[in-house]
């Protein structure tokens, strides 16, 4: 099965942006259904975007017109774009993949380890 490491998080300012990567491995990674989700200290894991296995994407309402997730079917990686990062979106970012849409936003098969977003105000 697919293995998935995350990479690009780290300390920024409120209003600057960080692209966060998720490198994929071990499988089709063309076929799968990918998301971001994120969780802050004290808080529950939340669904952030997904894409799916032929591009179509969905983004959370509270990153809409900010976050952009896409996919790199021959680099095996999936992509976050956050610009206009917020205090509020400090969290721990993780990828998630699974063989469908339906099963990446609900039960995810694969998840990386995580990469901390730290933004300050």
């Known amino acids: 099965q697919v293995q998935l490491v995350e990479s690009g998080g780290g300390l920024v300012q409120a209003g600057e942006s960080l692209r966060l990567s998720c490198a994929a491995s071990g499988s089709a990674f063309s076929t799968n259904a990918m998301a971001w989700y994120r969780q802050a200290p004290g808080k529950q894991r939340e669904l952030v975007a997904s894409?799916?296995?032929?591009?179509?994407?969905k983004h959370a309402d509270s990153v809409k017109g900010r976050f952009t997730i896409s996919r790199d079917n021959a680099k095996n990686t999936v992509y976050l774009q956050m610009n206009s990062l917020k205090p509020e979106d400090t969290a721990v970012y993780y990828c998630a993949a699974a063989r469908n849409i339906i099963v990446v936003l609900s039960t995810p098969e694969v998840w990386g380890q995580g990469t901390l977003v730290t933004v300050s105000s």
């Open positions: 894409i799916s296995s032929s591009g179509t994407t």
